[in-house]
Every structure is written in structure tokens, then in C-alpha cells.
């Protein structure tokens, strides 16, 4: 071990906000480990158990070298006690045997299923896990309880359980533009979360959406989600209208205009992708999308269910929705953690709010927000914390 590489890792920053975290990083065993940890925590609601798990795994990212021995790690910002156990047996062992426990473990596995299907959170989960709950036909048995929003995520569970590719991603683009340019023609559409960040890979494609004139997105969404409707390519949606009342100084709550959908990705080779125009569907596929498991649709699906989140903002918030946007989840909670303790700013995908002078700093690029947090500048694939 260099002297060298000694500095860098008693001088590795605490906050992710302060450090460069790549996508792409050399400790991906120990990470994974961790964050199995950290999941099983999230999943028993231990919160201080479940930052814990992520911080470690966060700081490791972030270093640029592969840990070589646990004398190494002791100088990591917080990666003691319990994390630093994980991390001796990995580079010991190859392997964690409470991880390998966890990863065998029937709350742990029906859990992940079933925070897997949209619209199902931690709490859902638990109590159907209480409930004997095993499995998606258990589910499907008790669909007359689901809300809307989970029938949907069930429904179109095997696609959405699938990565969206960047191919994919960049269709859903393709078609987000082509719908919102019908009505309102040099709209400003950003493609935010983890494919800004670099990942070739998502959960769902996220969309922020602008214009200079803030009347001109007005209606925009309900037009839009119509007229997808129309075509047969809306599969589920929820509309979220703004609360500008919650434009506070202190609100971590986001009040954006938002839609949360499914759409059906109509695959590259279909006749809906045409350069010309999304040609209106047939009755037959109109069916093979209301009841996508319908026995004659079963080798001849024409789209893919894609989660998609699309978000309005007016042009002033919009630096700080794309700030917001883009995640990762861990890196923003750290951002917000470093404004209020260290600046007494309060950030967030609205605004920065000055406690002290109680005013709100403008901005209009993601730049000037670092420069106001006092913080260099860290592009969005440095944002993979
Ligand atoms: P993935 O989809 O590729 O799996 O990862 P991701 O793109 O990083 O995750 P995401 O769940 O799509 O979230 C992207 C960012 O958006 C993340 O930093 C958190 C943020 N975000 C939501 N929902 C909301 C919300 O309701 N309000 C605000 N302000 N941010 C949100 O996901
Ligand atoms: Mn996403
Ligand atoms: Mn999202």
C-alpha cells in the first residue's frame, strides 16, 4: 500500500456530495453485500440500520482502488462496527456468510418480490407478508383489494420486473416528444435519473419537462396522457397537479406537476414506429393491451410496459428539479443533509432556501446551485452514490 493511497483514504470526505462517485467502481463485492444489508433493514423498517448499510457502500464507490485489507477500511467514514465485520469476512472469505443467510431468507425474498410490483411500498408488503402472502398467485387472488395502481403493476408485472435499456429508454424519449410537441412545438423535454447519470440501465425512464412561458404548460399533461390514451399506448397513469402552496422553505415533499405511468413501448420493429406518424391501433391490439395475458397475445406482443415519470416545472425551478431528478436517491439525501447542517440552506427540487436571510437563491443552471451550496461541481455520473 502506497503512501499515496494511504492519503486519499483517511482523507475520503464523509458527505457523497463531496466526492466524486463513478458508476463504474472497483468494490462491487463488498457494495452488493452491503447493500443486501441494507435492503433487509429497509424492509424491517430499521432506518438507522438501513443508512447505515447504504453510507458504508456509498463511501466504498467512491474509492479508487480496490480494498485490498480491512486495515485499509478502518479510516473510512462509517464504515465501523457491523460494516467493517461485512467487509473483513468479504476480503477474508470471498463472502459474508449473514448475507448469504438474508439472500435465503423467506421474508427477505418475499419482500423483494413484492416491492418489486409498482404501487406496492414496504408497508403493503409487511402486512400481506402477515397476511400468508407469498407469491404472485396469492396476490392474484386478493386483486378485488389492490388499488388501481397495483392491479396495473401485477398486470404488467414480467415487463416491468425487465430493465428498461438505453435503447428503450431513448424510444420512450422518441415518443415522450413526439406526444408533447403536438401541442406545445419547441417544449424543452431533459431525460433525468439514472440514464443521465450514465446507467445503460433503469427501472424506469424519468422526463422533466419545461418552456420558457410557463402558460404554455398549462394542460400539457392531461393533453398528452389523452392523447397516448387515444393511440392505445397508456397502459396505467397517475396525474399529480402542482400545490404551490408547498413551495416552502422547509417542505422535502416535491409539488411538481408529475404523471407517473406505464406506457406500451411499441417495439422498434412495430408498424407504430413510423417517422411519419404513432398510427392509431387496431382493435386487436387494443385487446393484447387491455389483457396483455390473453392466450393469442402470447407470441405475438408488439410493445413493452414501461415505467415512465414525467415532470413539469416552471423554468425558474428548473435547475433545481433536474438537481433533484437526476439521484441517485442516496447522493440527494446527502446533498439536503449537507445544505441544512453545514449551510443552513434548505434545498430542494423547488428551490434553495437561506434560513438565515430567509430568502430563496435563485438559479438557472446546475452550476450556479453548487456554487450557492459551496461545493465543486460534480456532473451527473459523478452523482452515482
Ligand atoms: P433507476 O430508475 O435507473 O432504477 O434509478 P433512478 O432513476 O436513479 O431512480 P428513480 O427512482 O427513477 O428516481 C430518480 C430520482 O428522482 C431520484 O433521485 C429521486 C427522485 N424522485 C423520485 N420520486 C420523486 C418525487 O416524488 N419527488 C422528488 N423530488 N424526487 C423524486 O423518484
Ligand atoms: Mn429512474
Ligand atoms: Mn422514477
Redesign the pocket.
Known sequence: LSAATEVRCSQMPTYACHRRTPLNHHNQTITNALEILARSAFFQESDVRYLGFTRAASTLKALPYKLQSVNQAKDLPWCGGHCMIVIQEILEHGMCREVEVIKNNEHYQTMELLTGIYGVGVRTAQRWFKEGIRNLSDLKTMECKLTAEQVSGLRHCKDLQQQVTLEEAERVGQLVKDTLQRFVPDVHITMT??FRRG?EV???V?FLITHPNENALSGLLEDAVGWLETQGLLLYHHLKKRKPALRSASSSM?SHETCYAIVALPSSSSPWNTDIEVKKCNSEDAERIAHPESPNSLNSRTWKAVRV?LVVTPQAEHAYALL??????HF?RELRRYSLREKKLSLN?HGLYDLEKSCFLPAQTEEEIFLHLGLQYLPPSDRNA
Do not use: A, L
Request: glycine share 30%; aromatic share 6%; charged share 40%.
Open positions: 435519473g439514472g446507467k433503469g427501472h424506469d424519468d416535491d415519470d433533484g431528478w437526476t439521484g441517485s436517491k440527494e427540487s
